[in-house]
């Protein structure tokens, strides 16, 4: 089955940059369509970004575009975010999702890495 790993949440002021990285494993990812979505505490689940990991494609939330930049490292099975210019509203638990590029809804999600921005 697959699974999804994310790491590389944590602490940053205001302004400062993070890479969060998804590993992902269990089968192979070429069909997939992945991405990144993230809860703060009282909220719903919201989109953040996603890329087709065979073409590339990308899509991203307003909130982030322009400022987060997704990406995958093929030879890695790894999909990643980029975050800069972070902002307090960014602080949530940021998760790594996976569906089939066919299927609208996101049938896998990783345990979710703690981003804090600190004003």
């Known amino acids: 089955q697959a699974q999804l790993v994310e790491s590389g949440g944590g602490l940053v002021q205001a302004g400062g940059s993070l890479r969060l990285s998804c590993e992902a494993s269990?089968?192979?990812?070429?069909?997939?369509?992945m991405g990144w979505f993230r809860q703060a505490p009282g909220k719903e689940r919201e989109f953040v970004a996603l890329?087709?990991?065979?073409?590339?494609?990308?899509a991203y939330a307003d909130s982030v575009k322009g400022r987060f930049t997704i990406s995958r490292d093929v030879t890695k099975n790894t999909v990643y975010l980029q975050m800069n210019t972070l902002k307090p509203e960014d602080t949530a638990v940021y998760y790594c999702?996976?569906?089939?590029?066919?299927?609208?809804?996101?049938?896998?999600w990783g345990q979710g890495t703690q981003v804090t921005v600190s004003s």
């Open positions: 999702a996976a569906a089939l590029a066919s299927v609208s809804s996101w049938g896998y």
């Open positions: 269990g089968r192979t990812f070429s069909s997939y369509r």
């Open positions: 890329i087709y990991w065979s073409s590339g494609f990308t």
